[in-house]
């Protein structure tokens, strides 16, 4: 006997008058069971390998709504529903012979996505495929979208807001603020000394000035013991390491008398 579960597409199947197992709809549909049907041992297996694979199937399937995946993600997804490997090798192969598993073109769709939305460079894009865990060829088949000159585009657009949240620094420190936060999001050097050339670095040199007064004062007052040629050289050097241009840096030992 078979009986429909309230779940659609679910139904109930009685061997000998007692509950035996439910199936799906295709299986019902694919060993065309019907009440009174004889079932045999062997067929019972038949029935039961079919509908695993059929139920592995269909996790799959709802897996992949809405959201693009890639074949380890699904293989990971079904292995934790305890699904065994010869189960999940067949589901991921169908996916994939349906054009529903494709991580080559997951990787075009999630580089194209990051160049027109993210703010990372193509290491960073690499790393995050790699743990997707897409294969090296399918990984370049996508960054080939993002080429020499977009990459230099998006540092461009990044490096100017980072040098704007940083106007108030002094032009070295805010050019190195620029080339370690690019690098920390993936981009490589040269890249990343091509945006340099392009961003537009503003100093207020007045104020920037006073910054430097403020802390030259400061080491003044903290080498004031030292013979003088030592005090000078301390305290160039340690303007210098802030980022003070030399011409600032030389205007206030002269106008120190130092």
Known sequence: MITAQKKAGRYNVFLNGE?????SEETFIHFRLSKGMEIT???????????TSAEAYNKALNFLTGQL????????????????????????????DLNLLDDAEYAKSYVRTMMKTGDKGPRYLIN??????????DIQTGLALFTAEDQVELAVQVGSKIQKRQSNSALKQQKLKVRQ?????????????????????KVDEEA????????????????????????KAKIKQALYNKGFEIDLIERFMRENEL
């Open 41 to 51: 041992g062997a067929l019972l297996e038949e029935i039961g390998e079919y509908e």
């Open 181 to 201: 936060t690019l690098m920390n999001k993936g981009f490589n050097s040269a890249t990343i000394d091509l945006a340099l050339q392009k961003i537009e670095f």
């Open 69 to 96: 995946r890639t074949q380890d993600e699904v293989a990971k997804k079904l292995f934790k529903l305890d699904f065994p490997e010869e189960v999940v090798g067949p589901v991921l192969a169908k996916l994939t």
């Open 128 to 137: 995050h495929l790699r743990q997707k865990g897409v294969y090296e060829n």
């Open 19 to 23: 509950y035996a197992f439910p199936i």
């Open 208 to 231: 920037e000035y006073v910054k430097l007064v403020k802390l030259g004062e400061r080491l003044v007052r903290k080498h004031a013991g030292l013979p003088a040629y030592s005090k």
